[in-house]
């Protein structure tokens, strides 16, 4: 397989492990922000031609969610207006179009696991910038496949898990919030995933005539609250004194956005349609602190 590739965002956490392995499938462009500038459309539309690539690999995100709340207009610009322009020029070339969403395009207020088609209803400027940015994906490029994550958290860049390793070595007690419920995901498996769906979608093994296009729910298996996820990165993470960890409504820990308090999605039309899965969220955890 010898597919073009242009890879946006790559020094981000899914980014980054997207670098690897995306490789298998081709030649992977990266490029630098004085090659491609998110907010200025004409630097996106000349990177795409300058390339033309066979698939575009959207991993940029505004994901500073608190500060998304004064920060509006470069939110809006790299969540929403960037991504409508990037789909109308790789509409234009012919080519897949990959793009990152997020939970939070969803209120929390759902019992259960959230499915593609359940009625969004973002609580922050985060969510609600992030949306439009698939709304645009829709409109302007039906060759799209937008795949929806939560929880991020990696070996690099500014996560949770990372955070409160430091947070744990510093500190001998720490307040967690406890009724928020999500799917902590590593991002070396988004990425591993995202090219296993490139592979049925455009490899030379894919099914003739397939055109499995649409959204995506892409997250580790299980759930956990945030304390949870604490507990699980203080265990398996061997920090010694163990700090201890209080459980705490969201309302003792008050943030300019407002984040939902059910953050689970369900990835059953991702199984039914590529037969994939991600491991438990745990699981994943100590893969990644084992790497």
Same mark, same amino acid.
């Given at each position: 397989?010898?597919?073009?590739?242009?890879?946006?965002?790559?020094?981000?956490?899914?980014?980054?492990?997207?670098?690897?392995?995306?490789?298998?499938?081709?030649?992977?462009?990266?490029?630098?922000?004085? $090659?491609?500038?998110?907010?200025?459309?004409?630097?996106?539309? #000349?990177? $795409?031609?300058?390339?033309?690539? /066979?698939?575009?690999? /959207?991993?940029?995100?505004?994901?500073?969610?608190?500060?998304?709340?004064?920060?509006?207009?470069?939110?809006?610009?790299? /969540?929403?207006?960037?991504?409508?322009?990037?789909?109308?020029?790789?509409?234009?070339?012919?080519?897949?179009?990959?793009?990152?969403?997020?939970?939070?395009?969803?209120?929390?207020?759902?019992?259960?696991?959230?499915?593609?088609?359940?009625?969004?209803?973002?609580?922050? $400027?985060?969510?609600?910038?992030?949306?439009?940015?698939?709304?645009?994906?829709?409109?302007?490029?039906?060759?799209?496949?937008?795949?929806?994550?939560?929880? $991020?958290?990696?070996?690099?860049?500014?996560?949770?898990?990372?955070?409160?390793?430091?947070?744990?070595?510093?500190?001998?007690?720490?307040?967690?919030?406890?009724? #928020?419920?999500?799917?902590?995901?590593?991002?070396?498996?988004?990425?591993?995933?995202?090219?296993?769906?490139?592979? #049925?979608?455009?490899?030379?093994?894919?099914?003739?005539?397939?055109?499995?296009?649409?959204?995506?729910?892409?997250?580790?298996?299980?759930?956990?609250?945030?304390?949870?996820?604490? #507990?699980?990165?203080?265990?398996?993470?061997?920090?010694?004194?163990?700090?201890?960890?209080?459980?705490?409504?969201?309302?003792?820990?008050?943030?300019?956005?407002?984040?939902?308090?059910?953050?689970?999605?369900? /990835?059953?039309?991702?199984?039914?349609?590529?037969?994939?899965?991600?491991?438990?969220?745990?699981?994943?955890?100590?893969?990644?602190?084992?790497?």
């Amino acid at each position: 397989m010898s597919l073009r590739i242009l890879l946006i965002g790559a020094n981000g956490q899914v980014g980054w492990e997207l670098r690897r392995t995306l490789a298998c499938l081709g030649e992977v462009r990266v490029p630098d922000r004085e $090659v491609l500038n998110l907010t200025n459309a004409g630097s996106i539309r #000349q990177a $795409v031609r300058d390339w033309w690539p /066979n698939v575009v690999v /959207n991993a940029a995100a505004y994901t500073a969610v608190d500060r998304a709340e004064t920060d509006v207009a470069l939110a809006e610009a790299i /969540n929403a207006t960037a991504p409508g322009v990037l789909a109308e020029e790789v509409a234009q070339i012919g080519a897949l179009l990959v793009h990152y969403s997020t939970d939070y395009v969803f209120d929390g207020a759902k019992a259960e696991a959230y499915v593609e088609d359940d009625p969004v209803n973002p609580l922050n $400027v985060y969510g609600r910038t992030k949306w439009a940015g698939e709304e645009a994906v829709r409109r302007a490029n039906s060759q799209h496949l937008i795949l929806r994550t939560s929880w $991020v958290y990696g070996r690099r860049g500014a996560n949770f898990l990372l955070t409160m390793q430091r947070l744990m070595r510093e500190q001998p007690q720490l307040k967690i919030v406890a009724d #928020q419920i999500g799917a902590p995901t590593w991002a070396r498996l988004i990425a591993e995933a995202t090219t296993q769906i490139l592979i #049925q979608c455009v490899g030379p093994n894919r099914w003739p005539g397939r055109t499995p296009w649409g959204t995506y729910h892409l997250t580790c298996g299980g759930e956990t609250s945030w304390f949870g996820f604490a #507990q699980a990165i203080a265990e398996l993470s061997g920090i010694a004194p163990m700090p201890k960890l209080l459980p705490i409504p969201s309302a003792d820990y008050p943030t300019p956005a407002k984040r939902p308090a059910n953050s689970r999605l369900s /990835n059953a039309k991702l199984a039914a349609t590529f037969g994939l899965r991600l491991p438990d969220w745990r699981h994943a955890l100590e893969l990644c602190l084992g790497d």
